[in-house]
């Protein structure tokens, strides 16, 4: 009996001798894992950043891996001297109309799917998510016959047509996934008070279906943003470019400048990373909230 109290203590004094050792090493692991990945990931961007700050001649003679010895602007000043302000415009107009319209369709068509309930709504709602199962490359051909015929090819417009249709799916099943939520009580007593559908959407849904509103809005702009093809496609006179296909003619124009390129890159990337850091918190909150309930 003594023995085993003997053995017994014994392992307990070992046990707390070494608890304390994994602890630590426990703390320890995920911090370095995430130091490591936190330099994986951030040296791309540092890779651009020192890279637009070189001279042609500098990229080739001095370390990527290691700050320019001679820093210079001159590169921006090269982008900005090629009408990137006019493809800068261009992209922030068709990117707030588009998102505009999408959230302001989206928001309407998820409330009646959501507190009207019949089947017109419902089979309206599947319209939505079957939109969600049909690849834009599949459909460019059509939508390039469709811009023609309405005699809107080379225009701003023709983008911001196949962006609103592609964007409402998701929107509008992220604002029915928030917008279900809502307690039905609120709904109900302001219906019992005489209040319409317009005051309930302004009044009730708007102010509670913001971290959702933010998280399409955030979304969508970046997919707006960003779009490649329908630019392609869509356009072709200079002056209608929009910024993803002028970054690629950028690199036609400066074959071999690669801190040029770097440089028109960070200049086109910069609202996006802004965007997404004053509003990453309402995005995550938003998809947090919409989907977890």
Same mark, same amino acid.
């Given at each position: ?16 001798? *070494? ?41 080739? #003679?001095?370390?990527?891996? +290691?700050?320019?010895? *001679? ?8 982008? +900005?001297?090629?009408? $990137?302000?006019?493809?800068?415009? &261009?992209?922030?107009?068709? /990117? ?28 309206? $709602?599947? %319209?939505?998510?079957?939109?969600? #199962?049909?690849?834009?490359? #599949? ?9 023609? &015929? +309405? ?9 911001? %047509? ?7 799916? %998701? ?10 939520? !809502? ?7 302001? !219906?019992?008070?005489?209040?319409? *559908? ?9 102010? +509670? ?30 002056? !209608? ?7 690629? &003619? $950028?690199?036609?124009?400066? /074959?071999? &400048? ?8 960070? %200049?086109? #990337? /910069? ?16 998809? !947090? ?5």
């Amino acid at each position: 009996m003594r023995a085993s109290m003997s053995v017994n203590a014994t392992d307990r004094q070992h046990i707390v001798k *070494h608890t304390p050792r994994w602890r630590g090493w426990g703390e320890i692991i995920p911090a370095l894992l995430g130091i490591i990945w936190l330099v994986i990931a951030f040296y791309p961007i540092l890779y651009m950043v020192m890279t637009s700050l070189r001279s042609q001649t500098g990229f080739f #003679a001095e370390s990527p891996w +290691l700050p320019p010895t *001679h820093p210079s602007l001159t590169n921006y000043q090269n982008v +900005l001297d090629n009408d $990137f302000g006019l493809y800068f415009v &261009n992209t922030l107009f068709v /990117t707030v109309i588009s998102v505009l319209l999408i959230v302001a369709v989206s928001l309407f068509a998820a409330y009646s799917i959501s507190k009207i309930r019949n089947r017109f709504t419902q089979g309206v $709602f599947s %319209l939505f998510l079957l939109g969600l #199962a049909i690849p834009l490359q #599949a459909t460019i051909i059509p939508i390039y016959a469709m811009i023609t &015929n +309405l005699h809107l090819y080379d225009t701003l417009f023709a983008l911001i %047509l196949p962006y609103v249709a592609f964007g409402i799916p %998701l929107s509008v099943l992220v604002l029915v996934t928030y917008i279900r939520d !809502i307690p039905k009580e609120l709904h109900e007593s302001m !219906i019992l008070d005489g209040a319409g *559908h317009f005051q309930i959407l302004r009044s009730l849904v708007l102010p +509670l279906s913001r971290p959702a509103l933010i998280t399409v809005v955030i979304y969508q702009t970046i997919q707006v943003w960003n779009g490649f093809l329908f630019p392609l496609v869509l356009t072709q006179s200079p002056n !209608i470019r929009l910024l993803p296909l002028a970054l690629w &003619n $950028f690199q036609g124009q400066f /074959t071999t &400048n690669v801190p040029a390129i770097m440089a028109a890159v960070i %200049l086109s #990337a /910069t609202p996006i990373i802004l965007l997404y850091i004053f509003g990453r918190r309402q995005l995550l909150g938003g998809l !947090i909230a919409g989907f977890s309930k």
